[in-house]
């Protein structure tokens, strides 16, 4: 079964700087997707990036990017130019390649920014 | 608007009530799903289904009944609500594809008291 684990539960970062979240995952197949999504206090789950496991150039999206290690099935977010509003929970995902295939979570980790 | 729709946001109960917790989605998506969210549990799949008609069992099933009649629609059934069932519950859906993007509804806040 696939596993995502994310071991940080808390990180706080300073406003204007950068933070990286980590997340690792154990899967025995070569094709999936990994996604990270955002919820703020109001629950609302926002996906902020994904990446899809052929492709080796990394993701990014505005100040987020990922830096995705296939071998080492390792997955993390890189926040740059903190903003408050980024304070969230953040969840890492995977999702096996395939039609409707099941959407596996973390358990999530608390990003507060300090101003 | 298009989008995953639940009802209720809100719902407090007593132990052994039951209840239905709905979805619905308006985008023709075949895979809908449900999870349950709790501190530091992250979120936990319930059931999914991957079309009208088809339904299984996700990680956490027990004490919890789904049907899928419709395309549009995916309840979720509370048959005797017990104490342990207090949690924030999120309805998606996705379209065919595994990279394509999963639709959540706003969740619903459940307690039972």
């Known amino acids: 079964a696939q596993t995502v684990t994310q071991s940080q539960p808390e990180m706080s970062v300073q406003e204007a700087e950068t933070v990286t979240l980590s997340c690792t995952y154990d899967t025995s197949e070569s094709d999936y997707y990994l996604f990270w999504y955002k919820q703020p206090p109001s629950r609302q789950m926002i996906l902020v990036i994904r990446q899809e496991a052929y492709k080796q150039q990394n993701a990014t999206e505005n100040r987020f990017s990922v830096n995705f290690q296939k071998a080492a099935k390792s997955f993390s977010l890189k926040i740059s130019d903190s903003q408050l509003g980024d304070a969230a929970m953040y969840f890492c995902?995977?999702?096996?390649?395939?039609?409707?295939?099941?959407?596996?979570f973390g358990k999530g980790i608390t990003l507060s920014v300090r101003p | 608007n298009a989008g995953v729709t639940q009802t209720p946001k809100f719902q407090v109960l007593k132990t052994g009530q039951s209840m239905t917790l709905q979805c619905a989605q308006d985008?023709?998506?075949?895979?809908m799903s449900w999870y349950r969210q709790d501190p530091g549990m992250g979120l936990r799949l319930i059931h999914y289904s991957v079309g009208a008609g088809i339904t299984d069992q996700g990680e956490v099933p027990n004490g919890y009944n789904v049907s899928r009649s419709t395309t549009e629609d995916f309840p979720l059934r509370l048959l005797s609500a017990a104490p342990s069932q207090t949690s924030v519950y999120f309805c998606a859906s996705v379209g065919r594809g595994a990279g394509n993007t999963i639709y959540f509804g706003e969740g619903s806040w459940l307690t039972v008291v």
């Open positions: 985008m023709n998506h075949e895979y």
């Open positions: 995902a995977y999702r096996r390649a395939g039609a409707n295939s099941k959407l596996t």
